[in-house]
Nanobody, 128 residues
Framework: QVQLVESGGGLVQPGGSLRLSCVAS????????MGWLRQAPGKEREGVSC????????YYADSVKGRFTIVRDNAKNTVYLQMNSLKPEDTAVYYC?????????????????????WGQGTQVTVSS
């Protein structure tokens, strides 16, 4: 049974940092594309970042480039999202997702968010 469990969200001041974790169980993370997505109140879910299984290449939304970093630790079956220089507009529920193919994390698939499995989400609030 595939399960993704996110943690690490919380309340942080603008300019602060958080590291989100997503622990995968029921499958080996090595062979899956992994993504982080977010959904703010009243907005559609959007892709934040992803990392491919085949070559480790990464994608980032323009709004987070240079501030967020996605990292996978295959030994721990965990993917992380390091978030620095946080802004109020980063406030959202952040979801971890997995896909058996790299399609969601490709030039063709980026933005379509067609992952196979999703976590329950973790709230990130950036406010003073």
């Amino acid at each position: 049974q595939v399960q993704l469990v996110e943690s690490g969200g919380g309340l942080v001041q603008p300019g602060g940092s958080l590291r989100l974790s997503c622990v995968a169980s029921g499958f080996k993370l090595d062979y899956y594309a992994m993504g982080w997505l977010r959904q703010a109140p009243g907005k559609e879910r959007e892709g934040v970042s992803c990392i491919r299984s085949s070559d480790g290449n990464t994608y980032y939304a323009d709004s987070v480039k240079g501030r967020f970093t996605i990292v996978r630790d295959n030994a721990k079956n965990t993917v992380y999202l390091q978030m620095n220089s946080l802004k109020p507009e980063d406030t959202a529920v952040y979801y971890c997702a997995s896909a058996l193919t790299d399609h969601p994390c490709s030039d063709y698939g980026w933005g379509r968010n067609d992952y196979d499995d999703w976590g329950q989400g973790t709230q990130v609030t950036v406010s003073s």
